[in-house]
């Protein structure tokens, strides 16, 4: 059988990258095999959990990166097409900057791998190989996905979780997000009795999380179509699933969905909260957030035995000294689970990467640091230590033990999945600090 090998490149010291707590399945990658012919021998690495031989044989190489792991994907193609093998590389990173993964891969494939892995086959087995593979203007839809083989990912040391979507795509374009342009400008949804029947075919992974089956759906906004999120919730409400997921804010505005969200076996939300600062929060066009509604929707999700993973970015051009004490004090008082701090980083393929370059203010363009734990760009506010030395006093001081128990103690959340989560938050952010010095 011809062989396929699909790698997924990780880096050190990065707090995104590392860690218990990051050993989560690769969905893409998982995709791209279940729509690849039975005539192929498929083997998938990420090295994130396991090390990459890079002398084992194969016929073909897929490799798909992030910005932050982009550099190790072209030093792990340059190895293969030394020893004559064809590479194809994939991913937000290379689908924004094609020239420049070519330089480095035989073929670059730019968006959805449903319709273009196959095409792309199609012309190797007729050694037609096209440089670029992309979408035309039009999105494919999301009906008819082969299913996933979890199969293959159930030796592996991930942790016990199934990756799930129900929508692919984001019509809010945020200034420093890469979403629109990567999945398009308006929601796409699976159709619903082809969710479910993925659903019913997973079976718990052996492990700490076997009550259950834990399952995350990774779609942008899991409510983004109300009518689909309200039917779906009643539909998987008799599964006895745990689930994660991610939400805008405004959920919390919708007490009907936030219901059928906990009856539903609904774990935790992730949100974008972003910033505490409302000019801020207008400079990137994200204007369903609403910062002084913030304490109001920590309140309303955590009265349905709801988490809340928030995400906060560091950098905006209206922040000031003050704005890393004001966003742990925040999250501290609102008891926020899990919390992400950021700095702000214009990744390839955003509005804010467009307009920092036109501005001068991009520092370096070493991918490696474009993790969003260091500071790549010229903020308008701070010098670059500064910002630096803010986002990380502030990981710091949400993390230290007597925050956790503030946020955690007495809530309603399944703190069975919180507190290590954060103990293992914990150590990636004592790790960081000591790789930065």
Same mark, same amino acid.
């Given at each position: 059988?011809?062989?396929?090998?699909?790698?997924?490149?990780?880096?050190?010291? #990065?707090?995104?990258?590392?860690?218990?707590?990051?050993?989560?399945?690769?969905?893409?990658?998982?995709?791209?095999?279940?729509?690849?012919?039975?005539?192929?021998?498929?083997?998938?690495?990420?090295?994130?959990?396991?090390?990459?031989?890079?002398?084992?044989?194969?016929? *073909?190489?897929?490799? !798909? !990166?992030?910005?932050?792991?982009?550099?190790?994907?072209?030093?792990?193609?340059?190895?293969?097409?030394?020893?004559?093998?064809?590479?194809?590389?994939?991913?937000?990173?290379? #689908?924004?900057?094609?020239?420049?993964?070519?330089?480095?891969?035989?073929?670059?494939? #730019?968006?959805?791998?449903?319709?273009?892995?196959?095409?792309?086959?199609?012309?190797?087995?007729?050694?037609?190989?096209?440089?670029?593979?992309?979408?035309? =203007?039009?999105?494919? &839809?999301?009906?008819?996905?082969?299913?996933?083989?979890?199969?293959?990912?159930?030796?592996?040391?991930?942790?016990?979780?199934?990756?799930?979507?129900?929508?692919?795509?984001?019509?809010?374009?945020?200034?420093?997000?890469?979403?629109? #342009?990567?999945?398009?400008?308006?929601?796409?949804?699976? &159709?619903?009795?082809?969710?479910?029947?993925?659903?019913?075919? *997973?079976?718990?992974?052996?492990?700490?999380?076997?009550?259950?089956?834990?399952?995350?759906?990774?779609?942008?906004?899991?409510?983004?179509?109300?009518?689909?999120?309200?039917?779906?919730?009643?539909?998987?409400?008799?599964?006895? *699933?745990?689930?994660?997921?991610?939400?805008?804010?405004? %959920?919390?505005?919708?007490?009907?969905?936030?219901?059928?969200?906990?009856?539903?076996?609904? !774990?935790?939300?992730?949100?974008?909260? =972003?910033?505490?600062?409302? =000019?801020?929060?207008?400079?990137?066009?994200?204007?369903?957030?609403?910062?002084?509604?913030?304490?109001?929707?920590?309140?309303?999700?955590?009265?349905?035995?709801?988490? %809340?993973?928030?995400?906060?970015?560091?950098?905006?051009?209206?922040?000031?000294?003050?704005?890393?004490?004001?966003?742990?004090?925040?999250?501290?008082?609102?008891?926020?689970?899990?919390?992400?701090?950021?700095?702000?980083?214009?990744?390839?393929?955003?509005?804010?990467?467009?307009?920092?370059?036109?501005?001068?203010?991009?520092?370096?363009?070493?991918?490696?640091?474009?993790?969003?734990?260091?500071?790549?760009?010229?903020?308008? !506010?701070?010098?670059?230590?500064?910002?630096?030395?803010?986002?990380?006093?502030?990981?710091?001081?949400?993390?230290? %033990?007597?925050?956790?128990?503030?946020?955690?103690?007495?809530?309603?959340?399944?703190?069975?999945?919180?507190?290590?989560?954060?103990?293992?938050?914990?150590?990636?952010?004592?790790?960081?600090?000591?790789?930065?010095?």
């Amino acid at each position: 059988m011809k062989r396929l090998l699909l790698i997924a490149p990780n880096v050190k010291n #990065s707090l995104m990258t590392g860690g218990m707590m990051f050993r989560l399945p690769n969905l893409g990658l998982l995709r791209v095999a279940a729509l690849t012919p039975p005539d192929w021998e498929v083997k998938i690495v990420d090295e994130k959990i396991e090390p990459l031989d890079l002398n084992q044989p194969a016929d *073909l190489i897929g490799i !798909t !990166t992030m910005t932050t792991t982009v550099k190790r994907g072209y030093e792990i193609a340059d190895h293969f097409r030394g020893r004559g093998i064809q590479v194809v590389m994939g991913g937000m990173h290379v #689908s924004c900057l094609p020239q420049e993964a070519l330089q480095h891969c035989d073929a670059v494939v #730019s968006g959805e791998a449903e319709v273009l892995w196959p095409a792309l086959l199609n012309d190797l087995e007729r050694n037609a190989l096209k440089p670029h593979y992309r979408h035309g =203007e039009i999105w494919p &839809p999301l009906a008819g996905l082969p299913p996933n083989d979890w199969e293959l990912f159930r030796p592996k040391k991930y942790l016990p979780i199934h990756f799930m979507e129900t929508t692919r795509g984001c019509p809010i374009d945020c200034e420093f997000c890469a979403v629109t #342009s990567a999945f398009g400008g308006r929601f796409r949804n699976r &159709p619903q009795d082809e969710v479910m029947a993925e659903l019913k075919t *997973l079976r718990p992974f052996t492990g700490l999380l076997t009550l259950k089956n834990l399952v995350f759906f990774v779609d942008d906004n899991i409510v983004s179509n109300r009518a689909y999120a309200r039917e779906f919730f009643a539909r998987i409400a008799d599964m006895n *699933l745990n689930w994660f997921g991610q939400a805008s804010v405004n %959920i919390a505005k919708d007490a009907e969905i936030l219901k059928l969200c906990e009856k539903s076996g609904c !774990t935790g939300l992730f949100m974008g909260f =972003e910033t505490l600062s409302t =000019e801020a929060i207008k400079s990137i066009g994200k204007g369903v957030n609403k910062p002084g509604e913030y304490l109001d929707v920590a309140r309303k999700i955590h009265d349905h035995g709801i988490g %809340i993973d928030g995400s906060f970015v560091f950098g905006f051009d209206t922040d000031d000294a003050g704005a890393f004490d004001r966003t742990v004090e925040f999250v501290i008082k609102a008891r926020l689970e899990v919390v992400y701090f950021s700095i702000l980083t214009p990744y390839p393929g955003t509005r804010l990467h467009k307009r920092l370059k036109a501005e001068g203010r991009i520092l370096t363009e070493d991918w490696n640091l474009y993790d969003a734990n260091h500071v790549v760009y010229r903020p308008k !506010t701070f010098t670059p230590e500064e910002l630096h030395e803010g986002y990380t006093r502030a990981l710091k001081e949400v993390y230290t %033990i007597p925050s956790i128990f503030k946020r955690l103690w007495g809530t309603t959340a399944w703190k069975n999945f919180f507190y290590p989560m954060n103990f293992a938050f914990r150590g990636g952010v004592r790790r960081l600090a000591r790789n930065h010095g």
